[in-house]
């Protein structure tokens, strides 16, 4: 009944008669797939696997044709999407078929918080997705603005975004919690002004990676042990270590997951027989049934020398091609030490080459893992021409690159690390209106890179002549220890942290207020939204106000008067917002009057 | 830039030079005009291959005769001097202008860059060398080796797998024989004739055969071999001959002659019929037209032992071992005639050229190559390194933190807590050293056994909190691609170990320039293995005829592979390298001596004797030294020439040349001369031991 080719383990769970661009044929929903095949034919013409799937829309059930429309993660751009329209076509239960598909995909694609029972739900939760999310509050309960609509639009991909800018930025974490948490600012108006900064972090592709930690893994520990239950945490960090240093395991899981066993299972396996390999060291035999112990004899195969050309590779490393033949072995030459002679010393390989094959993982370089596998592959074909030639011209680079003594050339050539600037307005907007004219700039850029190539810095000499100010600066200060210097110091304390997170919650009330405030009669008229958000702005900015003098007075009382100082600029900056507050209420009553 | 030495117009095509380069191409041309062998050994690193090859394309232009023959040892490095020789050409030309056009087919024609072997293997060198004049410069770069060099290309060993395969070579050969009789009996006729006539004269590429003496090239072929079915079974009888002697149960060591003698009763086969083996046998081939040689090379061995055993009587010798030594069990007996005297190979090349220039980063003690390779050189050069800052830290480090000392003297080397000191210190240095780090082990045992213990002390671990860990294994495929990966770790900044073998494939031919080596550990001195008889028999060979004790050339050859080791981390004066030499017995005068004078004039008195903590104190400030900014106005004059400092340096010259003054020579004397910070500008400290030849 079901015929289409099937990968192994799938068992088919629904099927449905349906129309796929106009040409009819069946939709298969299996245990780890979506497929759809047109009739007549056995190769699936369409599958998607379920964690390709974004979402699902369904036609309303007074419609007269039963549609199901999924948005599919595009293969080539994962944060792109693509959009399948099917349509069920059964002549008397369409409409039934399509609830049963719109269920299974919805149980699926958007796991429900616990579904024991659907064990694609389960191994994705437990394995596949074992770091906790940060427990940050991604989204408090919104205040109902008229903009609420908007958040339909935010993607899965700029939540997450979101919460790990929360997570690495405390600062920007206290502001959200003080302003969205508590209402005064929609989370949609707090992220609007923060779009760049989502930009530069998340989405930027020469965002540079964390990779993998150096060290090896030496063993996989339980994370909590009780009297009957031992629980560990497999992370794919993990996990991948492990495939790393017992390729065996590797292959074991590749042949049986999720084909004959669940990840969950598969992982259980592992640490059953998590003593497999200390009991290697001690000749225990291995228990027969044990799932690992088949795949452990390969390693012992792959200790074969990988005695062949290599092509694709830095001709100045290049060991393979020295001395063209081996003398030894053509009757000619002497051997003088039989232990330089390494075909006989193969006992401890499997150690040193552990080294390398951690070590170039940990690179991201691929070629220890290729080189293995594809050991019996001829060389010759994994290369077209092309490819070939282009290896060669690298080759012939390299070579004349090395060749040139660059301490003896003319031009040193500048080798200065590239510098990464995240908010390019910073430097280079604002005070540089004067020079308009393309001289002028090239003169100040001329006279720039004078002064950078030309600045040397004496390490020795300035501290030496520094240290002499430095000591005076430190005698002085510590010389005066009364009671009016602990004022000035702002250590790290209480008043430090409640004055800047004031400072930085003034900043974003008044961006949001100067970003939707007006002056009435001039410009375009304001919409309806921006007066009322205006509005409220000004009533926090009042409060705001108010808090902060209500401060400034306790300070003054304390006797902290230069403490108290530092409030006012902020208080100037809200007083110029209430001002303004102030003259488009007048002018708005003197409207509507 | 252009300048002169000595009416010598010397185009060299960069804009500054390093004093030493300007000193070695003096030196060089100075050899070039007298003629005769010369060594010249050059701190590594600092363009020997540049000067050299500028040097002599600009002699060229006044000597248009003289063709540069191009030695090296390695493919690669072969390919790195064909770039720097295009490099020099192009500049060379250019500057020559209207001038070049006729130079530029001749300069780039009568330049031959190739590996040793060919050089020095009679087998090989018969096809190729015999086209060049004799006043063809033939220069051997990287020539520290050379002596093994030529003992390998005079050296076979044959087994029973050789003596099978030279036996169903000779059945093809038959039937190859018995086919041409009836399809073309004329060509045999004709080989026949030719060799009536002498061998000279039987092809054009035997005219001239550098190692065979004259009087057997232009001696006419014995009789009983011209016929090539006589030919076929009298290689044979030797071989059945050679099988039978392969049939022994004991350790039999004997010399050619006697070989000869018994040879000669058994099979009645002369060594004047041997002698011809070799090339009445590729004559043969020429005849059969037979295009796949590789196929034949098991009776070519043969052929080649058989020319070699009848020619030479002394300096040789035949050791029959049933036994291999590492698996004293299994009864796989080998048949080696094993050359003792690297003169033999040198001989004929120093005889035919009238230039020979052997030149190193490492030939230090320079004498004993006199000696071995027994030549009187025309001149010896050994440049010191000018500096304006000491970019080298060696550290002898005799004993680790605990104070207990560390070397791999036999009695010692399995002890734990040498294990353990080595291992601290690489985990330790791997803490302060940037980048890349290289380690070099006596041996691949040495080194599998180390790794295991330092497996198991958990040791390893620490240092891949520090770096990544990368491998030389026996497997040269993928020692390559970990070398590959190690200088992607070096270049990502996260920094890399790599654990390789002394006189391995990495210690002879990669360079870990900049970031690739900050620092060399070098565990032990990298004794040869003594137990093999082979080499047991040429150090007696070496006392007796050359007077060099056993422990003198010991030493010495472990002393340039560990130089050859620490040289490889330093490529250019910008460059800095710490070399770590981890044993007590580095501290003794005897073997620090031996290390070339670039590097001992960095060794300090408070470089000596170090335990683990100190090297790794001094290391850390020796690294921050380095880390200064480093400008080009500070080493101009000093340790880099422009054109204005080099005319100086030439006027400066004049003036002292005039009032004859010996004080190159006393400065010269003064070996270990305590280069003060002062005195690191070692222009003048050059060693110059000139000896004109009679």
């Known amino acids: ?593 | 830039m252009k300048f002169k030495i000595d009416e010598l117009d010397v185009y060299f095509p960069y804009a500054y030079i390093y004093p030493e380069q300007y000193n070695y191409m003096v030196a060089l041309k100075k050899a070039l005009d007298a003629g005769g062998p010369c060594m010249l050994e050059m701190p590594s690193g600092t363009g020997k291959t540049v000067s050299l090859l500028s040097l002599i394309s600009s002699y060229q232009v006044v000597h248009p005769t003289a063709k540069l023959i191009y030695c090296s040892r390695t493919v690669p490095e072969i390919e790195q001097a064909m770039e720097e020789a295009r490099r020099v050409l192009t500049y060379r030309n250019a500057e020559l202008g209207e001038s070049a056009p006729k130079t530029l087919a001749l300069a780039m024609t009568s330049r031959l860059i190739f590996s040793y072997q060919y050089m020095l293997d009679p087998k090989i060198s018969s096809l190729v060398s015999s086209q060049f004049a004799s006043n063809s410069i033939v220069v051997f770069d990287e020539a520290h080796n050379i002596d093994n060099v030529c003992i390998n290309a005079l050296s076979i060993n044959i087994d029973n797998q050789t003596i099978e395969n030279a036996t169903k070579n000779l059945t093809k050969i038959n039937n190859g024989i018995e086919n041409l009789k009836k399809v073309d009996a004329e060509r045999l006729k004709n080989e026949y004739v030719k060799l009536v006539q002498g061998l000279a004269r039987s092809g054009d590429t035997m005219s001239a055969d550098p190692l065979l003496p004259n009087e057997v090239i232009n001696e006419v072929v014995p009789g009983n071999i011209r016929k090539a079915e006589h030919f076929v079974s009298v290689l044979r009888r030797f071989i059945d001959y050679l099988r039978s002697r392969l049939r022994t149960q004991m350790v039999v060591s004997e010399s050619p002659l006697s070989f000869l003698r018994s040879l000669s009763q058994l099979t009645t086969i002369s060594a004047k019929t041997l002698r011809f083996c070799s090339s009445r046998l590729s004559s043969l081939l020429r005849t059969l037209q037979i295009s796949d040689l590789n196929q034949f090379s098991s009776i070519s061995v043969i052929a080649d032992f058989a020319t070699l055993v009848g020619t030479y009587g002394n300096g040789f010798i035949i050791i029959i071992e049933p036994y291999d030594q590492k698996t004293p069990n299994q009864y796989d007996p080998i048949f080696q005639f094993c050359c003792l005297d690297a003169s033999i190979g040198m001989k004929p090349i120093f005889d035919k050229y009238k230039s020979v220039i052997i030149t190193s980063g490492t030939l230090s003690p320079i004498d004993i190559y006199q000696k071995i390779l027994n030549f009187r050189p025309s001149l010896v050069e050994q440049l010191s390194m000018s500096l304006h800052r000491s970019c080298i830290c060696p550290c002898i480090l005799t004993r680790g933190s605990d104070q207990i000392s560390v070397s791999t003297k036999f009695d010692v080397r399995a002890d734990t807590a040498v294990i353990r000191n080595y291992g601290a210190l690489l985990v330790e240095m791997s803490a302060i050293v940037p980048d890349g780090i290289i380690c070099f082990f006596t041996s691949y045992s040495y080194m599998e056994q180390i790794v295991s213990v330092w497996n198991e002390m958990g040791l390893l671990n620490n240092i891949l909190n520090n770096k990544l860990i990368f491998v030389e294994t026996s497997d040269a495929a993928e020692s390559a691609l970990a070398l590959q990966n190690y200088k992607k770790a070096c270049d990502s900044g996260r920094g890399a170990v790599l654990l390789s073998v002394a006189r391995g494939k990495v210690s002879e031919g990669i360079d870990f320039d900049n970031q690739y080596g900050r620092c060399v550990i070098l565990y032990g001195i990298p004794y040869i293995n003594t137990e093999s008889r082979v080499l047991r028999a040429r150090l007696e060979y070496q006392r007796d005829k050359y007077q060099i004790k056993e422990n003198e050339f010991l030493t010495f050859d472990a002393m340039r592979t560990a130089s050859q080791c620490v040289g490889r981390v330093i490529r250019g004066k910008s460059d800095y390298g710490i070399m770590i030499f981890a044993d007590k017995r580095y501290n003794r005068l005897d073997k620090r001596n031996k290390l070339p004078q670039w590097i001992l004039q960095f060794c300090q008195p408070q470089h000596l004797n170090l335990s683990t903590d100190m090297a790794v104190a001094l290391s850390r400030a020796f690294l921050k030294d380095m880390a200064q900014p480093y400008s080009r106005e500070e080493q101009l004059g000093k340790s880099l020439w422009n054109l204005q400092n080099l005319e100086k340096h030439q006027e400066k010259i004049a003036n002292t040349t005039n009032t004859t003054s010996p004080t190159t020579l006393l400065l010269g004397n003064g070996h270990a001369n305590g280069n003060g910070n002062g005195n690191l500008n070692g222009t003048t400290t050059t060693t110059t031991n000139t000896q004109l030849p009679k």
């Open chain 1, 1 to 593: 009944m079901d015929k289409f080719k099937k990968e192994p383990g799938e068992i088919v769970q629904l099927r449905a008669e349906t129309k796929f661009a106009k040409e009819a044929g069946t939709l298969y929903c299996t245990n780890m797939r979506l497929v759809w095949v047109q009739s007549g034919k056995i190769e699936p013409s369409l599958h998607f696997h379920f964690s390709e799937i974004k979402t699902q829309f369904v036609s309303t059930s007074t419609s007269a044709k039963a549609l199901l429309r999924l948005s599919v993660k595009d293969e080539k751009d994962s944060n792109a999407t693509q959009d399948f329209l099917f349509e069920f076509s059964h002549m008397s239960n369409a409409r039934q078929d399509l609830n049963k598909f719109k269920e299974r995909i919805g149980q699926v694609v958007k796991p429900p918080p616990v579904s024991p029972n659907s064990p694609v739900a389960k191994s994705a939760s437990a394995v596949a997705k074992p770091v906790a999310k940060p427990q940050v509050p991604v989204a408090p309960p919104k205040p109902a603005t008229p903009k609420t609509f908007r958040n339909g639009t935010v993607t899965e991909e700029e939540v997450k975004q979101r919460v790990q800018l929360l997570s690495s930025n405390m600062e920007l974490k206290q502001l959200f919690d003080s302003l969205v948490g508590a209402g005064i600012i929609s989370e949609n108006d707090f992220w609007e002004s923060r779009k760049m900064m989502l930009k530069n972090d998340g989405m930027r592709p020469d965002r540079q990676h964390v990779g993998m930690p150096s060290i090896i893994l030496s063993d996989v520990r339980p994370t909590s042990e009780s009297i009957n239950a031992v629980r560990y945490r497999l992370t794919p960090s993990i996990i991948n270590q492990i495939f790393i240093q017992h390729p065996s395991v590797e292959r074991a899981y590749k042949d049986n997951v999720p084909g004959k066993l669940s990840e969950q299972e598969f992982w259980k396996k592992y640490v059953h027989s998590k003593y497999f390999y200390r009991d290697r060291n001690i000749h225990n035999p291995p228990p027969t049934d044990d799932l690992f112990s088949r795949y452990d004899t390969n390693d012992d195969s792959e200790i074969k020398l990988l005695k062949k050309k290599l092509m694709d590779i830095n001709p100045l490393v290049d060991l393979s091609s020295e001395g063209d033949e081996d003398n030894l072995s053509s009757g000619y030459g002497v051997l003088l030490d039989a232990n330089l002679n390494p075909e006989k010393l193969k006992n401890a390989l499997p150690l040193l080459r552990k080294f390398n094959r951690h070590s170039s993982l940990v690179l991201g370089s691929k070629d220890f893992i290729n080189a293995t596998d594809t050991v019996s592959a001829k060389d010759k074909d994994r290369y077209s021409t092309e490819q070939i030639e282009k290896i060669l011209k690298s080759n012939k680079r390299v070579l004349q690159e090395h060749a040139v003594m660059t301490d003896l050339e003319d031009q040193v050539p500048l080798d200065f690390p590239k510098l990464k600037i995240q908010d390019q307005k910073r430097y280079f907007e604002g005070h540089s209106q004067n020079i308009q004219r393309e001289e002028d700039k090239q003169i100040f850029i001329g006279f720039f890179q004078d002064e950078f190539t030309n600045w040397k810095c004496d390490f020795k000499n300035t501290t030496k002549t520094n240290n002499g100010v430095l000591d005076e600066i430190a005698s002085i200060s510590s010389s005066r220890n009364d009671k009016t210097q602990g004022e000035y110091q702002l250590n790290q304390n209480q008043f430090k942290q409640d004055l800047l997170s004031s400072f930085r919650k003034t900043n974003e009330l008044l961006r949001h207020f100067w970003a939707s405030s007006y002056t009435p009669g001039i410009g375009r008229p304001p919409t309806a939204f921006q007066k009322k958000k205006n509005r409220e702005m000004g009533t926090h900015i009042d409060n705001m106000y108010s808090e902060l003098e209500n401060w400034k007075n306790t300070l003054t009382k304390d006797g902290k008067i230069n403490q108290a100082s530092l409030i006012n600029s902020i208080m100037q900056s809200l007083h110029k917002a209430i001002e303004k507050r102030q003259e488009i209420n007048d002018h708005e009553i003197i409207g509507t009057d």
